[in-house]
């Protein structure tokens, strides 16, 4: 633009010289004796401009040569900078590419060449991830050393050279070397976006769930960490620091948090913990209700099925309501199970479970049906949900009926007694009046005569078994009794007789 200016100013100046000129015609006389000179006017302004333009290019072209060695010295650091600057590049891509020898090779000689503090901390950055990836940490160490006496007072570089390491830390799980490194650039701008997230790593492997909170909460309100991938963390920090709060630090940790914080599911399980620890089972079922108005999952529906008998008849009103907008939900359904369980709901329990187990055959399920039909009498029925739960669960192997099993290898057993050795030992025994029995059994035979000895009592008592047709006796080996349900009726059970 500017050339553009200067040309049409000087074609005016020449119009309006010609004009000039044109009019004023007349002689130009120069007197220098001896000489007299005589022209014209405008051919004494065309000579003038001829040797302004002669000597403009005189004095132009000496300074070109004058200033030689100068140029010289520029154009070979050009060309230095334009091959370091390749040598970079390559080696840069040779890192990013995964070839790591190659970039190995090429990084060192720029190092051992290039005389740019910028270009020798990028190149020593460079080298030292690579020998990172290919586990050479001392060789990591020398490069990571040259590139800091290369970045000299410069923050940028300083910075560059802090986040890199710390990086490299990290991979090694070093995290409080790297919180060293980076503290200095934890700030709550949009300055040192990449050192908070390194910062927020480096804390996650501390377990430090209070700066992780902090962290993570910042990353997100400048949009530098998805709400995904933020969320999972702010949940995980909030559930340690309810959890370490206890009761008396509650509330503290709690009304730090956002309304949709309060409802994710790490979150509200811990503080209903928390809340149920403390003896509030009123405010753990309504942090319950809250996250599962937001969405029913299984680990909320667990926990919001152990109830105290206060709270089984409002618990099953709220799940019923659930049920309504939710009439697939297995877990809802299982969970509404063992609610009525709890509250002896028989009838409605089985119902519930049924119709779950219809949805997802689940090994809870099944148990619970099993402990359910075991207390009402129907042992065929308990026995039925008790070998599904254990298929299901797959704890025990199917076994083909039609193949025989084979015998046991019992060689080894102590408490066994080779037939033909005793025959053939039988004499040599009764001339000592000894029998040979077993070692195990030599103990219990030894400390069944201590006891009959001091306490002819328990002697009489231990050995009068008990009768396999009292039912008392079959009672006594009932199954357990079912969680929360069985729990009123403890005074009600048989006991051992004798205990």
């Known amino acids: 633009m500017r050339a553009w200016f200067w040309m049409l100013l000087l074609l005016a100046l020449a119009v309006g010289l010609g004009v000039v000129l044109r009019e004023h015609s007349g002689n130009v006389l120069i007197i220098a004796q001896p000489w007299r000179i005589e022209m014209s006017l405008t ?75 910028n270009t020798r901390v990028l190149a020593g950055l460079a080298l030292a991830r690579a020998c990172h990836q290919q586990g050479q940490m001392q060789r990591r160490d020398e490069a990571l050393t040259l590139a800091r006496s290369a970045v000299g ?14 990086e ?35 804390h996650q492997q501390l377990n430090n769930a209070d ?7 910042q990353l997100l309100r400048r949009g530098a960490i998805d709400k995904q991938k933020a969320q999972p963390l702010i949940a995980q920090s909030v559930a340690e620091r309810l959890r370490a709060a206890g009761p008396e630090g509650f509330r503290s940790v709690w009304g730090e948090l956002r309304g949709d914080e309060k409802t994710l599911p790490e979150i509200a399980l811990a503080a209903a913990h928390v809340q149920q620890q403390a003896g509030h089972a009123d405010e753990a079922g309504k942090i319950l209700e809250a996250a599962l108005n937001e969405q029913l999952e299984p680990r909320l529906l667990n926990a919001y099925s152990q109830a105290p008998a206060d709270q089984v008849s409002r618990r099953i009103n709220k799940a019923e309501g659930w049920l309504k907008s939710h009439p697939d939900s297995s877990a809802l359904l299982a969970a509404l199970g063992n609610l009525c369980l709890t509250g002896q709901l028989w009838g409605s329990g089985e119902r519930y479970l049924l119709r779950s187990m219809a949805i997802r055959s689940d090994v809870r399920i099944h148990a619970l049906l099993g402990n359910l039909y075991d207390r009402l009498g129907r042992q065929a029925d308990a026995m039925k949900h008790w070998r599904l739960a254990s298929g299901v669960a797959g704890v025990l192997p199917v076994l083909p009926g039609s193949t025989v099993l084979p015998a046991a290898d019992t060689r080894g057993d102590p408490t066994l007694i080779d037939v033909q050795d005793l025959e053939s030992s039988s004499t040599e025994a009764a001339s000592f009046g000894e029998v040979p029995v077993a070692a195990s059994a030599a103990d219990y035979l030894e400390s069944e005569e201590s006891v009959n000895a001091t306490d002819p009592a328990a002697a009489s008592a231990k050995t009068s078994d008990p009768n396999p047709q009292d039912p008392d006796y079959h009672e006594y080996f009932d199954s357990a009794p079912i969680p929360g349900v069985d729990l009123s009726q403890t005074s009600d059970r048989p006991t051992r007789r004798g205990s």
């Not at 005189?58 to 230095?80: C, I, Q, Y």
């Not at 409080?176 to 910062?199: F, I, M, S, V």
């Not at 700066?211 to 909460?217: A, G, I, N, Y």
């Open 43 to 117: 051919l004494f302004a065309l000579l003038l401009l001829a040797a302004f333009v002669v000597l403009y290019l005189l004095f132009r072209g000496l300074s070109w040569l004058l200033s030689g060695p100068e140029r010289f010295r520029e154009w070979r650091g050009l060309r230095a900078r334009k091959r370091d600057h390749e040598l970079l590049e390559s080696g840069w891509l040779h890192v990013l590419e995964g070839r790591y020898p190659q970039a190995e090779q090429e990084l060192s000689r720029l190092l051992g060449r290039t005389r740019s503090s």
């Open 153 to 166: 007072t410069d923050s940028r570089l300083k910075e560059s050279w802090a986040t890199a390491v710390a």
């Open 168 to 202: 490299m830390y990290l991979d090694q799980h070093r995290a409080q070397e790297a919180l060293t490194l980076l503290q200095p650039y934890q700030d709550t701008g949009a300055k040192h976006l990449n050192a908070t997230r390194l910062l927020l790593q480096a």
């Open 211 to 217: 700066q992780v909170f902090e962290l993570t909460r």
